[in-house]
């Protein structure tokens, strides 16, 4: 009896003691765990946001992030930036890096939404207003760019420019389009061209701009051409979120497009197609500054041939 | 002259320079206009740098 009594005793203080150090291992065990979590905070020292990536307040802004920093910061200046959360979902700058664009093309693009999916890129180009500007453009790219369905190449290796098209017009331009030859410009340019649907997507891309196009979208968007660079079909999308490149020619003289288109499509065979690094640049700049200072010649000549003219007049008969 | 001369051999220098740097863009007559003016503007440029030095010197 005391010996059963003594059993259930012993038994009681063994249960007991596992318990008990059952506990202790289970307490350490989640003190090391949270050692864990809190392990690599202190080795990289200050933690940063989550979802932020460290760059240059510039680069943010190229790519559409958000990013708080001091007062009047210097573009070159590093921030934490939050990227906007198509470029966070589809992996960040990796995404950007892995396309591949090898030439460029131009199809017509005759109602919104009906661009043919799997290009690498998709760009558009947009006259709001018909001109001698938006002919000059058009001129360029027609004499440098092939229509998509003459290329051969995979789509995913290009980037298809689209020119809006007039859906009535149709008619018009389907035997041009069966031989793949480029359409005469002036015809295009009068006719063909759906300056509606350009001014609608120019509205699109700056419903909700970023800040590297927030000048463009403040001007009077009415000389253009603008170009625009996205990633997937842009057309129907009521707010367009970065990154996406775009390229505003109001200010360039229509002389320089040729340089400027070309730019353009290495600019797009880039691996960061947003970053302007073939576009934004001292020879372009030097180009158009160069060409408006031409223009000056003709008058020049002529003030100098009238005072010429004056001043032979004027003379005193010998 | 011999500065119409130098000013027309710098415009040509010009030129040269402009078409290998922008191969799509024709020179017309009004840029060819520029290049020449540029070119004349460059040679008594120097001729006056030229001038000044030697005046110095002596």
Known sequence: MVLSRLGALLTMLLSLSLSASTLEAGSSERRVAQETQHAPATEQGPERPRGTVKITVKDCEIRGGEFIVHPNPLPEDLVDCLLPAPIRRLGGPAELGGRQVLASAYDYLYRAGTERPGYGLYSYVLFPVASRRAERFLEELFKTTSFVEVTGISLGYLNVMYLPTRAEKLSALKPVVVNGLAPSVGLFSSDLYDYRLAQRLLVQICAAPAGVIRSICRSDLSRGPYLFTYASPASTLSRVPPPYLVLDLSRVHERAFGEFVSAYKAQVKREDFTDLERIANLRLRLLSTVLTAADWMDPIKGAMADIVHLAGRNDPPQ | ?58
């Open chain 2, 1 to 58: 002259m011999t500065i119409l001369v130098s000013g027309f051999i710098v415009a040509v220098a010009l030129g040269s320079l402009f078409s290998w740097a922008y191969p799509r863009v024709e020179i017309d007559l009004r840029l060819a206009s520029l290049f020449a003016l540029g070119g004349l503007a460059i040679v008594l440029a120097i001729r006056g740098v030229w001038r000044t030095i030697h005046r110095t010197k002596a």
